[in-house]
């Protein structure tokens, strides 16, 4: 009878010992979304009883209660979806890793909602719908709470099919809806939703433009010079000190209201003078950082790096310090009516409300984001430090522009906008360098056209998903608070 070879009970435990591991390691992987959801779950219970602590009124005690849950929710959304925006280009362009993006990110939305966040919202968000045609408190109440309700979902299934939307949309979107359901068409002010729709357009339009615009004049000036660094030495400072400049009159603007009120002309004059020092700062620094650098494009992605964290920091604290409304705004108003019964005036925002807000952010954007940030930062084009620039830099201009030309802009729209605007750029770009070899040498060989299509930059079926759901975003996110308010009426009375 022959024996076994030697070892071969071994082999066979081996074998079994790697399908075991693999069990494990399948557990772990659908475990780690789990793990999420828990957290996720325990501070949504944590916001529902600070709430019932904070909040001293028994009778609707209950409904702030089950408000500030679902404000904890919508937070926890906005940092799983919004966040990657101001993020994601400088993931993509590896200035800086996962997790020192959601470090960063998590620290200055944070201080941007505690320090310089919206102190005063409208009841009915930004005048969408007539106060005096809801009828009650109670009435005003379940809308809020549908509005609330019915945009936190659609964030989150945005933020699972892997589309960035506009949060301010969606709330919007969801205050639509549940006015209509709660007092009739009559009751929308359409030319406020005309000025939004609008925006749909204007606002990626916009930061693609000023994005691929930036991405223009740094190629023609300094990527396509003979000699590289001396032309990144001149250039480098000077779109420092402009990403400094647009930042402080951004922040001065838009992000720091609750501490000061900056008139708009101080507002430029004070980024005017902050971008000359930063310029004058910078140059000394960039040329002794080039100093030994050699004369290739490498070089120049280093010296971009440290601009490009700067400005995602920046871009952070602004969104933190503008966009937490759209989470405890709703839930400010369900407060504010149920402790005074008044629903038509301008409601302050209570620091307890603000605080849900902010963490809220963070937990959504160290839980989930991830997912958002890869596919904003590398999965719709290839980015490196100087396009990512463009997109940050692209972002803080259009906003100001807008200001300015008192156009409705989305966040969401003006920085997914601009990483379109510098892949599509790119396409353009190539394809004409690519006409002028073929007029120079005419006997080369020309591409054909289906490889041609395989060589484009920007990924047509992310584009199609983007802008489909910022296309739905309003329609769904009313559709759904409209059936949420009728639900919650017919349970209410």
Not at 35 to 62: E, H, K
Not at 278 to 297: C, D, F, K, V
């Amino acid at each position: 009878m022959a024996q076994e070879p030697l070892g071969h009970p071994w082999k066979t435990l081996d074998r079994d010992l790697n399908r075991i591991s693999q069990v494990e390691y399948a557990t772990a992987y659908v475990g780690r979304s789990l793990v999420g959801s828990g957290i996720a779950l325990a501070f949504i219970v944590i916001a529902g009883l600070a709430a019932a602590v904070l909040f001293g009124q028994p009778d609707t005690r209950l409904i702030v209660v089950a408000a500030a849950a679902f404000g904890a929710y919508m937070a926890i959304n906005i940092g799983a979806n919004d966040v990657a925006n101001n993020m994601g280009p400088a993931v993509g362009a590896r200035a800086l890793t996962m997790g020192g993006a959601i470090l960063i990110a998590a620290i200055c939305e944070s201080a941007g909602a505690l320090l310089a966040g919206g102190d005063v919202v409208a009841t009915i968000s930004k005048d969408i719908v007539d106060p005096n045609s809801i009828a009650d408190p109670s009435t005003f109440i379940w809308a809020m709470m549908a509005a609330l309700v019915s945009s936190a979902l659609w964030v989150n299934l945005a933020t699972w099919l892997g589309a960035p939307v506009s949060t301010t949309h969606s709330v919007v979107g969801g205050v639509v809806g549940a006015g209509v359901a709660a007092a009739g068409l009559g009751a929308v002010n359409w030319a406020t939703m005309g000025t939004i729709a609008a925006s749909w357009v204007i606002s990626p339009l916009l930061g693609g433009a000023v994005a691929a615009g930036f991405l223009a004049l740094i190629k023609a000036k300094v990527i396509y010079r003979d000699d590289k660094i001396a032309a990144a030495r001149v250039w480098v400072p000077i779109l420092v000190g402009l990403m400094a400049g647009t930042f402080t009159t951004y922040l001065a603007m838009k992000g720091l209201k609750k501490i000061l009120s900056v008139d708009p002309v101080v507002a430029v004059l004070v980024g005017l003078a902050v971008g000359v020092l930063t310029w004058a700062l910078s140059r000394p620094l960039i040329r002794a950082r080039s100093q030994g650098m050699e004369n290739r494009n490498k070089s120049l992605k280093v010296l971009f790096g440290l601009p490009l964290v700067i400005s995602a920091a920046l871009l952070s604290f602004a969104h933190g310090a503008n966009d937490v409304a759209n989470a405890v705004g709703p839930l400010a108003a369900i407060v504010h009516a149920a402790q005074s019964g008044d629903f038509a005036s301008s409601v302050t925002i209570p620091t307890w409300v603000m605080v849900i807000g902010a963490f809220g952010i963070s937990f959504g954007l160290f839980l989930f984001g991830p997912k958002l940030i890869r596919m904003v930062g590398s999965q719709i084009t290839k980015l490196n430090p100087m396009r990512a620039f463009c997109v940050a830099l692209s972002a803080a201009i259009t906003v100001i522009l807008a200001s300015w030309l008192g156009l409705p802009v989305s966040s969401t729209h003006i920085a997914v906008g601009g990483v379109f605007g510098v892949g599509f750029f790119r396409e353009w770009y190539m394809e004409k360098r690519l006409r002028q070899q073929v007029n120079a040498t005419p006997a080369a060989p020309r591409i054909a056209s289906a490889e041609r299509r395989r060589r484009k930059l920007v990924r047509r079926s992310h584009f199609m998903t983007v802008i489909a759901a910022w296309v739905i975003t309003v329609p769904a996110a009313a559709l759904m608070s409209g059936v949420i308010f009728l639900i919650l009426n017919a349970l209410a009375n």
